[in-house]
Structure formats: C-alpha cells, structure tokens
Nanobody
C-alpha cells in the first residue's frame, strides 16, 4: 500500500512559481513510477507529468513543457513538481499518483492540492 500526501499549493500571480511536493508512505517508494495530474473546474482530470522509478525518465504534457519540472528524492520518499511561469489556465487541483513500475495504470492517488493562478 502507498499513501500519498500533496502539499505546496496556493495562490500565485501570472508568471509566478510554485513547488508542489508529494510525500509517500511505504518502504518501496523507489519501485513506483510517480505522476502528477490536474483537474480544473468542470473539466476532466488530465496528465501533467511522470517520472520513472529511478528518475531516469520523465514525460510532460505539451501544455507544461518547458515550464514544469518533475523530480524525485527516493531517500525522502518524495516527488516534486516545480512549476514556473504559471498561467491562469494552470489553475486546478493537482494530484499526485503512483503505480508500481510494471503497471500501466495509476492505482494510488493523493487527496489533491489547489493551485490558483490569478491574472
């Protein structure tokens, strides 16, 4: 079992930055691919970024490429999402998710953290 707790959300102006953190429980964190997703009001949840179990691979949604960076610290059981040059369209609840490295679907989710970007 993996429990995920996000933090770091808040209100920021256009062009500002935030860093989200996701703390994971369990002793096998390094075996999990970690992802960030987001859901804006009245929209479906969408993929933002993922990072492989050892950090060697990452992938991003086109909408955040060049602005967001995902990273992880396996010693701290934590994954991060550095968000720069934020735009109002980045406003959403951001969710951390985990899947065992052999799985294709994410089966563990955090409770989400709100990010609001004012124009």
């Amino acid at each position: 079992q993996v429990q995920l707790v996000e933090s770091g959300g808040g209100l920021v102006q256009t062009g500002g930055s935030l860093r989200l953190s996701c703390a994971a429980s369990g002793r096998t964190f390094s075996s999990y691919t970690m992802g960030w997703f987001r859901q804006a009001p009245e929209k479906e949840r969408e993929f933002v970024a993922f990072i492989t179990w050892n950090g060697s691979g990452t992938n991003y949604a086109d909408s955040v490429k060049g602005r967001f960076t995902i990273s992880r610290d396996n010693a701290k059981n934590t994954v991060y999402l550095q968000m720069n040059n934020l735009k109002p369209e980045d406003t959403a609840v951001y969710y951390c998710a985990a899947r065992y490295w052999t799985r294709t679907d994410y089966n563990y989710w955090g409770q989400g953290t709100q990010v609001t970007v004012s124009s």
